[in-house]
């Protein structure tokens, strides 16, 4: 320590970066291999599906605990000057469905008949509130923890997106491939979605990133990610609400289409550019 602050190790936090990146990829494939010594079924329900989802968390509390660094986890919501985000973290997955939706209804690409106000809204504030509790373990594993030590390493901030966007990918492995029911590929495969789905987290994490660095909390990133677990992911992953042609939900679907990528990398990238106020590289 110097003058009661904890000197930064540069070799030591690399270190831990690794080891941290190395458990979680893993931690899925561990699961799964549990499930099967256990003589368990490989779904979101399992023993491995639960050792995947609370590794990222774990590993956290334990590396921050043993430095003494809870300061640095983002754990305030600095709501002083940060309201106009958190209402853009509210706002940004309702406003993009919408959209996308309504293109599709003008083109004729999606089926509304099975929606229902009525049944919808109830299931989506549960959805909500759940995925509010699930996703502070992931935003305090990517964002509290890995994008700010990539930070601290002082790389440059496009480079600490794309690493945080493979990982958190890359860790969703047995999750895409084993966990997932066989309904959640009516269109897609399973491959297709882990290949896709390091483009769709890249930049994702330019968005959720820029958030987390605007206002050095991780709860507007909870929202953020809460919110497009309880809309557009209950309105149309599921299959149950709103469907899309197959021709045209590979543009227009809001979590995987191009257009919502493009949106969501764009507004990440106008973020960092308005913040750094340089050429981007």
């Keep these: ?44 329900q399992s023993l491995g599906s639960l050792i995947w989802i609370l590794t990222p968390i774990i590993m956290v509390i334990i590396i921050r605990t ?6 640095e986890a983002g754990i305030k919501p600095h709501f002083k000057g940060n309201l106009a985000t958190y209402l853009f973290s509210i706002l940004f997955y309702p406003i993009l469905t919408l ?27 549960a959805a909500i509130g759940a995925n509010f509790f699930k996703n502070i373990s992931e935003e305090m594993a990517w964002r509290g923890y890995l994008t700010q030590k ?12 794309i690493l945080t966007g493979l990982i958190w990918n890359l860790w969703h492995g047995a999750y895409y491939l084993l966990f997932l029911p066989d309904e959640n590929f009516k269109t897609n495969s399973r491959l297709y979605l882990l290949l896709w789905g390091c483009v769709l987290l ?18 507007p990133c909870v929202i953020l990610h809460a919110i497009e677990d309880g809309v557009p992911t209950v309105l149309i992953m599921t299959g149950e609400y709103i469907t899309f042609s197959k021709s045209s939900e590979w543009i227009l679907h809001p979590i995987t289409g191009l257009i919502s990528v493009v949106v969501i990398l764009g507004t990440g990238l ?8 340089k050429v981007l590289f």
């Design 66 to 71: 043993k430095n003494h660094e809870w300061k």
């Design 150 to 161: 990539l930070f601290s390493l002082k790389i440059t901030d496009w480079k600490a997106y």
């Design 202 to 219: 890249v930049a994702w994490s330019f968005l959720f990133g820029e958030i987390y660095h605007k206002t050095k909390s991780v709860w």
């Design 99 to 125: 959209v996308l939706v309504g293109i599709g209804l003008l083109t004729n690409q999606v089926n509304l008949s099975n929606f229902s106000w009525t049944i919808f809204l109830p299931v989506m504030a």
């Design 1 to 44: 320590m110097e003058n009661g602050q904890i000197k930064f190790d540069r070799r030591k936090t690399m270190r831990e970066v690794i080891i941290f990146a190395v458990i979680i990829l893993v931690s899925g494939w561990i699961g799964a291999a549990i499930n099967v010594l256990l003589k368990q079924e490989q779904t979101v």
């Design 270 to 277: 106008f973020m960092l550019v308005n913040r750094r106020k």
